[in-house]
Every structure is written in C-alpha cells, then in structure tokens.
C-alpha cells in the first residue's frame, strides 16, 4: 500500500452520510418487511460487520443476523478468480425471508454466488443490500434491492472495509492507493 500506516486515508464518505444513508436503508427495509414474521440479515464476513451492526439496530422489525464467509482465488489482489466457501450459515432459511448484506459489490461475483446458493434452499424471499456498488467494475448482472452508495473503480477502507487488513476501523470510507494503481 502506497499510503503510510501512520497516514490517514482521505475522507472519500463521511461519517454524517455514511450515518444518514444506513437510517434511509433501515427505514425502506422496515417498511418492506413490516408483515414478515422475522427477516434474516445474513452478513457476508469480514467487511460487512459495522454495516451489518448499524443497519440491524436501526430496524424496527422482528430480525435474526447470521453469517456467511467466502474468498476468491485471487488472480491478484484487484482481480479476483473463482469464489469459495469459507463458512455457511448455521440457520436453515428453507421459508424464510432472507436479505444478503454485504459492504462492497465489486464484480459481483461473490453476490451472484451467494444469490445462487440461497436460491436453491427455498427461502420465502431472497434481496440483497449493499452499502457500495463499483458499476464500472460489474462482470455478474446482479439485482441490489437496497444500495447505500453508487462508487467509482477506487480502493476504498474503512467502516469495515480494508486493504492488506488495514484500516476496517476508520467511522468513514476512505480511498486509498493500492500498489497496482
């Protein structure tokens, strides 16, 4: 990584956007899911903890968080390959209403994967939420039913996001350079 560890990212979206955008989200879904019985957020580890965090508490609905991991054969670090599970959910969503949340769709990938393998499990309802979306980085047509933030093709850290496991804790999305730039 180009940028000293000791200097902070450059502020990409602040804390106070970041805050407003993830309370319009948790009111659409609320709404959406007001007659659901229960939703289950299932969380795409690792960059969608404070996300999956701040969302979850500002629903008003009846909600069970559960977690998923996977990884790709990475090509290079700005290139993944094929993806792979790393750890399921412990929860049988068989009828149940579920919603993906992740932190970035990159090249959607990784969501057309999950998207394929909840699917088969029979849920009562599959979408989706993401808190950036890359279009220009798109290779997989992959439907987001709530979207916190369109971005450009930049390496961005921060509010669970990171490069080489750095910065995840930063309370705003910085933008970074990476060693490819």
């Known amino acids: ?60 609905i009846k909600r069970r968080i559960d977690f998923i991991a996977v990884t790709t054969y990475e090509q290079t670090i700005t290139m993944p390959g094929a993806v792979r599970l790393l750890m399921d959910v412990r929860t049988d969503i068989a009828g149940k209403h579920v919603l993906i949340v992740d932190d970035i769709l990159d090249t959607g990938k990784t969501l057309q994967y999950l998207l394929q393998t909840f699917q088969a499990r029979n849920p009562a309802s599959l979408k989706t939420c993401v808190l950036l979306r890359k279009s220009e980085r798109l290779i997989e047509d992959v439907q987001i039913d709530y979207l916190g933030f369109d971005i450009p093709d930049v390496w961005v850290v921060g509010y669970g996001l990171d490069y080489a496991d750095q910065n995840r804790a930063l309370p705003y999305i910085g933008m970074v350079k990476t060693e490819e730039d």
Not at 4 to 27: C, M, N, W, Y
Not at 38 to 50: A, P
């Open 1 to 60: 990584m180009k940028n000293d560890h000791a200097t902070k990212p450059a502020v990409f979206i602040g804390e106070g956007a970041i805050r407003t955008r993830v309370s319009q989200l948790a009111r659409k879904i609320s709404t959406d899911y007001a007659d659901a019985d229960e939703l289950l957020l299932v969380g795409v580890l690792r960059g969608c903890y404070i996300f999956l965090s701040d969302l979850s508490r500002l629903l008003t």
